[in-house]
């Protein structure tokens, strides 16, 4: 293969790629069952979006733009907006406190047992390692009709986990009613589908990355 030749198709994949991640952030997200019109713009009570334990993947000392995603491990729209979401975190390390809040939606078969085994790593403070994980082999295990816990206990092991006490967490019914604190604060704050996205308690719908920058910029900025 030429030089040339290898140039132009870097340039036409990372077209693609762009092209990808506004399609994505430009097409509805999964909705749970049922679900309504959301309200963009309407402010939420900031104890809905953000509690003391909830994970923050960074965090800006000043507090002055928090970030806030609910997301589904096994939502496609999330998985392709992931590395968006990565990206901010580079661009605005330090500016930005960036917050994941887990919010299974019913119809993916897994996405409550991937939030219970990301919950069992945050256990052993592997929450962000665990969390990119997921999204990283998604298209492994996503869309399976039978329980990926093996897989996710293999993922547990492959980051270090104390495994013995990882499924001492799994097995604890506490560790499943986290997730779902997550979930019913999501649905109190009118969260219909994922990723759905606030910023300073503000429902926010971008359309594309650079939405999501003239947003953060904007709350940087006040």
Same mark, same amino acid.
């Given at each position: 293969?030429?030089?040339?030749?290898?140039?132009?198709?870097?340039?036409?994949?990372?077209?693609?790629?762009?092209?990808?991640?506004?399609?994505? %952030?430009?097409?509805? *997200?999964?909705p749970e069952p049922a679900a309504q019109e959301s309200a963009t713009g309407r402010l939420v009570p900031a104890e809905l979006l953000v509690r003391?334990?909830?994970?923050?993947? *960074?965090?800006?000392?000043?507090?002055?733009?928090?970030?806030?995603?609910?997301?589904?491990?096994?939502?496609?729209?999330?998985?392709?907006?992931? !590395?968006?979401?990565? +990206?901010?975190?580079?661009?605005?390390?330090?500016?930005?406190?960036?917050?994941?809040?887990?919010? !299974?939606? *019913?119809?993916?078969?897994?996405?409550?047992?991937?939030?219970?085994?990301?919950?069992?790593?945050? &256990? &052993?403070?592997?929450?962000? !390692?665990?969390?990119?994980?997921?999204?990283?082999? &998604? *298209?492994?295990?996503?869309?399976? +009709?039978?329980? &990926?816990?093996? %897989?996710?206990?293999?993922?547990?092991?492959?980051?270090?986990?104390?495994?013995?006490?990882?499924?001492?967490?799994?097995?604890? !019914?506490?560790? %499943?009613?986290?997730?779902?604190?997550?979930?019913?604060?999501? +649905?109190?704050?009118?969260?219909?589908?994922?990723?759905t996205f606030f910023l300073n308690g503000e429902l926010i719908e971008p359309r594309s990355l650079d939405d999501l920058r003239a947003a953060l910029?904007?709350a940087l900025a006040r």
């Open positions: 293969m030429t030089k040339n030749l290898k140039a132009t198709l870097t340039v036409v994949v990372v077209a693609v790629g762009v092209l990808a991640l506004l399609l994505v %952030l430009n097409r509805p *997200s999964t003391e334990n909830s994970h923050r993947l *960074s965090t800006a000392p000043d507090g002055r733009a928090t970030f806030v995603e609910f997301l589904d491990f096994e939502c496609a729209a999330c998985r392709a907006a992931y !590395p968006a979401i990565e +990206q901010l975190r580079t661009e605005y390390a330090g500016r930005v406190t960036f917050v994941a809040r887990y919010f !299974p939606i *019913s119809s993916h078969f897994n996405a409550e047992n991937a939030a219970v085994a990301v919950e069992a790593a945050a &256990q &052993q403070d592997r929450f962000e !390692p665990m969390y990119q994980r997921m999204f990283e082999t &998604q *298209s492994t295990w996503g869309e399976r +009709q039978v329980s &990926q816990a093996p %897989l996710f206990r293999q993922f547990a092991a492959e980051l270090g986990l104390d495994m013995a006490a990882y499924d001492r967490t799994i097995a604890d !019914p506490a560790t %499943l009613e986290r997730v779902r604190a997550d979930q019913r604060d999501g +649905q109190a704050a009118g969260v219909q589908g994922t990723p910029d904007s």
